[in-house]
């Protein structure tokens, strides 16, 4: 029963997997996030599907003759697109809000701050899985047909987890530190919608443009979407995001190592 | 065995906002000629500095001292919250910390869902939690309350139920801050009991209070801190 609690004593890594390990705490404390927010409303998270399923119904037809392609194709894009871009944007200003969020916590006892990411992330999984079912009429509206290759979604989810994983401690410790940072991350998601091929296809770039493509955010949507659309994802987003992720895991291990401890004090 | 040991603990708070920490600040101060860095010194507040403690099994330690003495940053700090900024910290035993029973209550959560969640939160298993609710909720005497939203609680009954729910466990080092706010007099006389149980089985207090017969009653060690120094012992 006796544990030996020491300042000098836990490396960062056992830290880190204290934080991790307890699946239980950061799960409940996500499903009650969402079951607390929605609490008083009838329909509760599907609120978000709901409004989701209105935009893309809406943005589908006027978009498809904007960019003059057939509904059938650019439908599966659009709403694959928006889906994946709600939760990609949810991450990362959840991210920027781990340790501000908890800080009725983290100022009760000493608690591994990965727990507060994995909280948030569990949190943003949860409310993806109430929009991805959008995608399934319109899947069947536009017969997608789906080839071995929608099993490359499995390590491109991987992929997702850990980035949002180390973004989240990475934007945690930051942006406890520099609250100014938050806004800034805030708009930058907002243009970033814009450069990245949600709503537009990426075939009708002209390819001076192309460079647009490298952004990470698009990388990773094409990881995503296309294995669910029946296609396979480019190599060179596979690359793009192999070398973003080393370089965002990096980073965020170097700020966890040295500022772990320290982000309390912030709050 | 519990044990608590510090020896040369400062912590002291970097106060960001306070006048010179703004990203817009750091900037101007960097075009307008300013000397980059020059106006973002940033203001430290030592609120602990040189600390050297030692509480073994059975100590009962009382701490004193004016508002903005160190009390609570010493208790937090004891409760691992704040890793000191200098010297060396090292505790052994299970804490249980009442340092703000309201810290960390679900507003919109009902009374057993709270239960359950500052219950996974203090590290106990789902089994733990299920088989200590009913005398949580007995203890607490909130009766069908348990059921409500807190947000429809007084602050008593909050302090009811957080106080019920951390003293659950048993924990061989408790810190608490001025616990007799607790509740209506039987229930703090309720509170009293239990607290001598869990640190009569060979456990630590520590006690911050403003209440001179409360520390003398309770309390077998005494400290009195000023500026965030051990003053007189």
Known sequence: MSQVHSNLHRSPLADWWEGTRRTDIWWTL???????????????????????????????????????????????????????????????????NAFVGSSNYLKQGYFPISLFVWRGLARNLIQFLHQIVLYIPVAIWA????????????????????????????????????????????????????????????????????????????????????????????????????????LCVSIASVLFVKYRRRVVYWL | MASISLKNVSVSFPIYGAGSASLKKTLAASVTGGRFGKETGVTVVQALSGLNLELKSGDRLGLVGHNGAGKSTLLRTLAGVYEPSAGEF???????????????????????????????????????????????????????????PVRTYSTGMMMRLAFSISTSVEADILLMDEWLSVGDAAFTEKAEKRMRDVVSKSGILVLASHSPELIAKECNRVIHMEHGRIVES
Not at chain 1, 62 to 86: C, E
Not at chain 1, 195 to 214: H, I, Q
Request: overall charge neutral; charged content about 10%; hydrophobic content about 55%.
């Open chain 1, 30 to 96: 996500a499903w009650f996030d969402i079951v607390l927010r929605y609490r008083r409303s009838m329909l509760g998270p599907l609120w978000l599907t709901l409004s989701m399923g209105v935009m893309i119904g809406g943005m589908g037809p006027l978009y498809a003759s904007l960019f003059g392609t057939h509904l059938d194709k650019f439908f599966p894009h659009l709403a694959l697109g928006v889906i994946f871009w709600g939760t990609f944007s949810a991450v990362v200003t959840d991210a920027c």
């Open chain 1, 143 to 246: 017969g997608v047909t789906l080839s071995w290759s929608v099993l490359l979604i499995i390590p491109a989810f991987a992929i997702l987890i850990i980035n949002a994983h180390a973004l989240g401690l990475l934007l945690g410790l930051i942006c406890t530190r520099y609250r100014d940072v938050t806004q800034i991350i805030t708009s930058l998601m907002q243009m970033l919608m814009f450069l990245t091929p949600v709503f537009w296809l990426p075939e009708n770039l002209p390819s001076r443009a192309k460079y647009v493509l490298w952004n990470p955010f698009a990388q990773m949507l094409d990881l995503l979407r296309t294995p669910l659309m029946g296609g396979v994802a480019h190599l060179h987003s596979w690359i793009g995001i192999a070398v973003w992720t080393v």
């Open chain 2, 90 to 148: 090292t505790r052994q035993g299970s804490v249980a910390s009442l340092i703000d029973p309201a810290l960390g209550i679900e507003m919109d959560a009902t009374g057993i869902e709270n239960i359950m969640l500052r219950g996974l939160v203090m590290g106990m298993s789902m089994k733990e939690i299920e088989r200590l609710t009913p005398e949580i909720c007995e203890f607490s005497g909130l009766g069908e309350y348990v059921n409500m």
